[in-house]
């Protein structure tokens, strides 16, 4: 098994185009945006973002929680 070395983005410029890129995705640039900066705001792994239901994180009205409570996949 091969290891794969990922790094964080430091770049503001690489960010900023990274994200307008996932913005202008035709197909699922929102749903895309919305896990980059779920991701970047929580420092979670994306498996763990993708794991999460729209109920983890929003009230029934459609507000975004105070708190959320997840268990990354690393340490079950």
């Known amino acids: ?7 964080p983005i430091k770049d503001t410029n690489i960010l900023k185009m990274v994200q307008d890129t996932l913005l202008d995705s035709v197909r699922a640039g929102r749903r895309n945006y919305t896990v980059f900066q779920v991701g970047k ?9 993708m794991t999460l239901k729209k109920s983890d994180v929003s009230n029934p009205g459609g507000s975004v929680k105070n708190t959320a409570f997840i268990h990354d996949k690393n340490n079950r």
């Open 1 to 7: 098994m091969v290891q794969q070395i990922v790094l």
């Open 41 to 49: 705001a929580t420092l979670l792994r994306v498996s763990d973002v």
